[in-house]
């Protein structure tokens, strides 16, 4: 019967779509969490953290790049909890990754700005999450102050990838 074997392949079809939803929702939790495990250790160990999160960005490709539908979807879906800085960060990845594929960049390449993309709002993490939560009309001038220091925070963090410490003041 044509229309029943039609009615079960699409049940397949939407079986199959649920479990790459739920292989990418596992992943996409579990990589939050290792980047804010990695956060924490970045302005003290710069060049192991670095190496760690390079292989976080190599897990990234191998689980929402495969099926970028899917991924956008559990991208959606993650909004709040507590984790907006880690999820918006690898959001920003996995779409930077998403478009080196349009624009044809090497792995490699794509690999590079996917860490970079992980990283772009690193200063913010010593920003508490009372601050981040606002929108930046509602900030007061401290507040202001202290998310313009976000620079500051990564310029820190670069030295201490290069140099292996804290560079010199001036």
Sequence with gaps: NPAM???QERIRVLNE???RIEQVDKAFL???AILRNL???LLDK???TLQEMSVLVDQMVLSFLEHPEVTLHVMSEKNGGGDELYSHSLNVSVLSMMLTKGLNFS???ARILGLGALLHDIGLIEVP???LKKRPDEYTKPERDLRAMRSTTLAQCGGRARYGRRPAAG
């Design 46 to 48: 710069p060049n192991e």
């Design 107 to 109: 792995p490699e390449q």
């Design 5 to 7: 074997a039609a009615k």
């Design 39 to 41: 956060n924490r250790n």
């Design 30 to 32: 579990k990589s939050s």
């Design 17 to 19: 779509h649920r479990r």
């Design 129 to 131: 999450d009372r601050v």
